[in-house]
């Protein structure tokens, strides 16, 4: 089997073969391809195996935004292949490093085209733009591509009446090794323009060649012309496999080689990038929202997960955690909200002070330490203030992929609803509860929260620390278990506790390190060169999670549960200590 050229255009499949929420398998030089579309039409090809056990993705089922792997449940995200779920690991924002790589494809001229170098020309072939255009079927011949192509250049057929094929053979021309042009004689008094036929030849696998067609300028009934062709291919078919030559040692080279380590290399994301502010807008009292695009048009913006937030370093010079809004068809921009916090030190102050239309901001790539966790349960999504913008991702997520779910949106007045266009393009799934007391709000959540049958909800809840302690004491109380429910705090409002000085140990390294009292963990680590990601520096998001090996935690945050905290195993070191003697970090 030859390899193959990374540099062609290699026609795989007709365009109406993908349709949404659906998954077709294809083959190339002997490899398999999972070919689906998102809802948004975004065409991806995959090869046809999961990176977790190698199960076929074809079998897989195809959300409208992902593809999930019918073995373990592991799910992959439309255009970047990045794993976005594993069932053993529900709460993780970043299950693994595993992903599906994408495989360069377009769609042109009714068919999908697939090449392992992105930066490959696009394929040159045009259909004729005279006449009436009409696909005909496709067909698998048991030969290969040499063999195939040699007989389809003495094609003949009479475009005219449609009987058997005329005596004189019609003009061929090989455009490329995967195409041929047959131009049909027109009769002498007709004075009409030959009609073409193409042929587009997938080279399935060393012995097996798909021959698409399509044929323009075709006069006459489209049903008889499919039918006229079907024959002649049929016939065509049958003698070249009755030809078929004792089997052979084949060249299995192509195979040999796992398709992975024919594509290239994936550069390590930039963790960081440049946006512009495009567009700034007043969504409601002390609430604004920035629409940001990237700088470099050659640096596409991140796929984005209902419930990620990123990280901007506003106008002061101060790093700051925000919300993503998108919904799931919004690709071309990222767009946050930001309340102006009475008490703002000079994050929320100076994005509303100082951020205008065109301002360039530093951002992170999205995280998602609130992941939107696919369940089978009803998603009830309760938020509080600007606590929405995260719950409006998920909202409009839903909506797309036609799932059923609750908002529930508490305001102090109609003046403090934000992204009223948005709220109200959700339709009946919104509730709004404005001007509560907070006696009312527990009662009302109370109301929401209080009659669900047990273990077929959810919980998404974002705003007020208050209100969120409110939400899960009424949830357990219901019944609810804690694994169902999750929470996006604003800030830690726990006082600072300086407790006493104590010993860190680096398992890993056996590195030992002190950290007094008044000190974070985290800052110690980090003064002494250890690299771990950190974001709020208040126990709220996560992104310094750490696993623990041993010691007495003494913990501050609010992003770990309660049976988490209760394990010992693990620690946000932005917040948290030990409480006495050595704390060893799996670090």
């Known amino acids: 089997m030859a390899v193959i050229d990374s540099r062609t255009w290699y ?3 007709r365009s109406e073969e993908a349709p949404k929420r659906h998954v077709y398998q294809a083959q190339l030089f002997g490899y398999e391809l999972a070919v689906w579309r998102d809802d948004h039409g975004a ?3 995959w090869e046809n195996r999961c990176p977790h056990r190698g199960l076929r993705l074809s079998l897989g089922i195809n959300n409208g935004k992902e593809l999930r792997c019918q073995y373990h449940g592991w799910t992959y995200a439309s255009q970047t292949g990045a794993c976005t779920h594993v069932p053993a690991h529900p ?21 999908i085209w697939t090449a392992l170098d992105p930066a490959a020309a696009r394929p040159a072939f045009a259909i004729a733009a005279s006449g009436a255009r009409l696909g005909l079927r496709s067909l698998p011949i048991n030969r ?30 090989e455009i490329t090794p995967y195409l041929v042009e047959i131009s049909a004689q027109p009769q002498a008094a007709s004075g009409s323009t ?8 997938q080279p399935a696998s060393a012995d097996k060649t798909i021959v698409h067609a399509v044929i323009a300028g075709a006069e006459g009934e489209p049903l008889r012309i499919r039918q006229y062709h079907s024959r002649l291919m049929n016939s065509l078919r049958a003698r070249l496999e009755s030809a078929v030559p004792m089997p052979a040692a084949q060249d299995n080279a192509g195979q040999a080689v796992p398709l992975y ?20 807008r007043v969504e409601s009292e002390g609430v604004i929202s920035l629409e940001l695009a990237a700088t470099d048009p050659a640096q596409p913006l991140p796929i984005l997960a209902a419930g990620a937030h990123l990280n901007l370093t506003t106008p002061s010079g101060l790093t700051r955690q925000y919300s993503v809004v998108n919904g799931p068809s919004e690709r071309g921009s990222i767009i946050i909200g930001i309340k102006l916090e009475p008490d703002s030190r000079g994050g929320s102050r100076s994005m509303h002070e100082a951020a205008t239309e065109g301002t360039v901001l530093q951002a992170s790539v999205p995280r998602n330490t609130f992941p939107l966790v696919p369940s089978g349960k009803l998603p009830i999504l309760i938020a509080g203030g600007i606590g929405i913008t995260p719950l409006l991702s998920m909202a409009q ?4 992929m036609d799932e059923p779910f609750e908002l529930h949106y508490f305001v102090r007045a109609p003046e403090y609803v934000s992204f009223k266009t948005r709220i ?10 404005m001007g509560l007391a907070p006696a009312q709000t527990a009662a009302k959540l109370d109301e929401i929260l209080g009659s669900r049958a047990l273990g077929q909800s959810k919980v998404y809840a974002c705003g007020p620390s208050p209100m969120l302690e409110s939400v899960k004491s009424t949830a357990l109380a219901g019944g609810m278990e804690d694994s169902d429910i999750h929470f996006e705090y604003f800030k830690n409002d726990a006082p600072a506790v300086t407790g006493t000085p104590f010993t860190v140990r680096l398992d890993r390294s056996g590195r030992e390190l002190k950290v007094n009292a008044g000190e974070t963990l985290l800052h110690v680590l980090h003064q002494h060169g250890i690299e771990l990601e950190a974001s709020c520096e208040q126990g709220v998001c996560g992104t310094c999670f750490t696993n623990v090996v041993a010691g007495d935690i003494e913990h501050h945050d609010l992003y770990l549960s309660a049976a988490e905290k209760a394990s010992g195993k693990c620690m946000m070191p932005c917040v948290s200590r030990a409480r006495s003697g050595t704390l060893v970090l799996d670090l």
């Open 194 to 201: 030959p009609a073409v036929l193409y042929f587009l030849l």
């Open 424 to 433: 109200a393009a959700l339709g009946p799934a919104v509730q709004l509860h």
């Open 91 to 111: 709460s993780l924002a970043e299950p693994t490093k595993a992903y599906a790589p994408p495989i360069a494809c377009v769609e042109h001229e009714g068919f």
């Open 261 to 280: 380590k024919l594509l290239p290399v994936r550069a390590p994301a930039k963790q960081k990038f440049d946006c512009r502010i495009v567009s700034r």
């Open 397 to 400: 997520a839903l909506q797309a």
């Open 43 to 45: 065409l991806n090809v």
């Open 11 to 13: 026609p795989i499949a």
């Open 144 to 173: 290969d591509l040499a063999c195939v192509r040699q007989a389809l250049a003495n094609y003949r057929y009479d475009a005219q009446s449609l009987d058997e094929a005329p005596a004189t053979a019609n003009t061929a021309r």
